[in-house]
């Protein structure tokens, strides 16, 4: 029986107007089901994860929908087992050949007003949960044969521009983000031997997103964001140069990836 790939996506919100929910569920999970994958979606919100599962199939592709209370270690790895029981509606084998932890927690405040809940929940979003879901998903990639382009799978992690550099109410973002890029790096290292492709994304700008327009100044600024590509990421084109990772051999695999739009200040 032939097989065909399978991507799981954790975190999919509507999107925020920075960079830790890089790639909503109506271009990421639209791209990839575009070029033949199977799209597992986990986050957080049952109805809304059914909406967005629910819009790849009546566009004609596969999705299915696996909602979790939180990012814990053991509500990721209870998913999993969840996910690699789930019957698909077409008979092809299923195999998980490529994950992106879109997962994020935003936590901007002048350091001595962060609280434990705070520090917590950054945390858990890019430590333990970003740990439990890498766990899950190279144990799957171990089990796949070599592919034609060299690889048994890729995973992406998306950071931020926190991720390399720290400012005056990221002391708790940041932590986590840099974190999260460590994470990536040390499973390039470890698992490349072992031709599995571990990337990290930095997102650096804002996003054209429902949430990105509501927080606009006014609408002037709204229309800019809409109408001027300079000066926004757009999610389809993020979601696009993912699945450029997906699609790198084993000759050129790029470990870090940074994305802002052209007229971005840096």
């Known amino acids: 029986m032939s097989a065909r790939p399978v991507i799981v996506i954790a975190g999919i919100g509507n999107g925020s107007a920075w960079a830790w929910h890089s790639c909503r569920p109506f271009d990421c999970r639209r791209v990839f089901s575009r070029a033949g994958y199977r799209v597992a979606l986990i986050a957080r919100g049952a109805d809304r994860l059914k909406k967005a599962s629910d819009e790849v199939n009546q566009a004609g592709g596969e999705a299915a929908a696996f909602p979790l209370e939180?990012?814990?270690y053991k509500s990721l790895t209870d998913v999993f087992a969840t996910i690699k029981a789930h019957k698909w509606s077409t008979p092809d084998k299923a195999e998980i050949r490529a994950a992106?932890?879109?997962?994020?927690?935003?936590?901007?405040?002048?350091?001595l007003d962060v609280t434990?809940?705070?520090l917590q929940l950054t945390l858990d979003t890019?430590?333990?949960?970003?740990?439990?879901?890498?766990?899950?998903?190279?144990q799957e990639f171990k089990s796949n044969e070599v592919d034609a382009i060299g690889k048994r799978g890729t995973l992406i992690f998306t950071g931020a521009t926190a991720s390399i550099r720290g400012n005056v109410t990221t002391s708790a973002f940041a932590a986590g983000k840099f974190a999260l890029r460590a994470l990536s790096q040390s499973l390039n290292k470890e698992f490349g031997k072992q031709n599995i492709h571990v990337?990290?994304?930095?997102?650096?700008?804002?996003?054209?997103?429902?949430?990105?327009?509501?927080?606009?100044?006014?609408?002037?600024?709204?229309?800019?964001?809409?109408?001027?590509?300079?000066?926004?990421?757009?999610?389809?084109?993020?979601?696009?140069?993912?699945?450029?990772l997906a699609n790198q051999d084993n000759s050129a695999w790029t470990?870090?990836?940074?994305?802002?739009?052209?007229h971005e200040k840096w």
């Open 70 to 72: 939180s990012y814990t």
């Open 100 to 111: 992106l932890w879109n997962a994020g927690a935003g936590v901007w405040k002048p350091f």
């Open 199 to 244: 990337a990290h994304s930095i997102i650096d700008g804002g996003i054209l997103t429902d949430r990105g327009l509501e927080r606009a100044a006014d609408e002037a600024a709204r229309q800019r964001l809409k109408e001027n590509a300079n000066v926004r990421l757009d999610p389809e084109s993020i979601a696009k140069s993912y699945l450029y």
């Open 255 to 262: 470990w870090e990836l940074d994305l802002r739009p052209a």
């Open 116 to 118: 434990e809940e705070d």
């Open 126 to 138: 890019n430590v333990t949960g970003a740990f439990a879901f890498a766990h899950q998903v190279i």
